[in-house]
């Protein structure tokens, strides 16, 4: 019962090191979203995919980019790392392919610094 | 755009004390709202949700009435305990075929409760 997986779990990078998270749900859910959460500030969505071949861009891609993998995995790759992208990073998966009100189910995160 | 907003936190209360949190919303059309949980070291998990204009949405004591004339989604409970000290996230979703379940998400609350 795993639901929505990422990895790593923690991850220190120095300023223009890349790094990707990967993320994979087994829903069989056709869309997936990567978040950013900072303090005071809530969940900003960075990138989504409504289905296995698209992306789009969210409310702070900059810096970003993603790949969907297949149906069950969506990654997210910072190509140089700068400190303003330290956070916590949420992947989340859901049936939501055309009806907006179906719940997201969310990964446990990834907490990255960047030095 | 869409926004929300939550009330200030953090809360403090005391075990068996009633909760509110604040959350008003400004959106286009007939969104989705939903509240998500955060419990420390965790991913959200959808607390309840409501589609339409005066759905009451209820799930472990917590309610939250989808008020339309007041673009109103405040979340209640009864007597909280130690263990829903947590942050709470008041979200909403576009309607329409091409919202794919974006969230949009407010700020977060802090919940903590003491014995």
């Known amino acids: 019962n795993a639901g929505v997986t990422q990895t790593p779990k923690f991850q220190v990078l120095k300023t223009g090191q890349s790094m990707t998270l990967q993320c994979a749900q087994d829903?069989?859910?056709?869309?997936m979203y990567w978040y950013r959460q900072d303090p005071g500030m809530g969940l900003r969505l960075i990138y989504y995919?409504?289905?296995?071949?698209?992306?789009d861009k969210g409310e702070v891609p900059n810096g970003y980019n993603v790949s969907r993998l297949n149906k069950r995995e969506f990654s997210l790759r910072l190509e140089s790392a700068a400190p303003s992208q330290t956070s916590v990073y949420f992947c989340?998966?859901?049936?939501?392919?055309?009806?907006?009100?179906?719940?997201?189910?969310f990964g446990d995160g990834t907490r990255l610094s960047i030095l | 755009g869409n926004s929300v907003t939550q009330m200030e936190g953090p809360v403090t209360l005391s075990e068996e004390a009633f909760l509110t949190i604040n959350c008003t919303y400004t959106?286009?059309?007939?969104?989705?709202l939903f509240w998500y949980v955060q419990y420390p070291g965790e991913g959200l998990q959808l607390l309840l949700k409501?589609?339409?204009?005066?759905d009451k949405g209820s799930n472990k004591g917590f309610e939250a009435t989808y008020r339309k004339e007041t673009t109103s989604f405040h979340l209640e409970k009864g007597s909280v305990q130690v263990s829903d000290s947590a942050v709470y996230f008041c979200a909403l979703s576009d309607d329409g075929g091409t919202s794919y379940g974006k969230l949009t998400f407010g700020q977060g609350t802090i919940l903590t409760v003491h014995p």
């Open positions: 829903m069989n859910h056709n869309s």
């Open positions: 995919s409504a289905s296995e071949g698209t992306t």
């Open positions: 959106a286009t059309g007939y969104p989705s």
């Open positions: 409501a589609t339409k204009a005066d």
């Open positions: 989340a998966s859901s049936e939501a392919h055309l009806y907006s009100n179906q719940p997201q189910h």
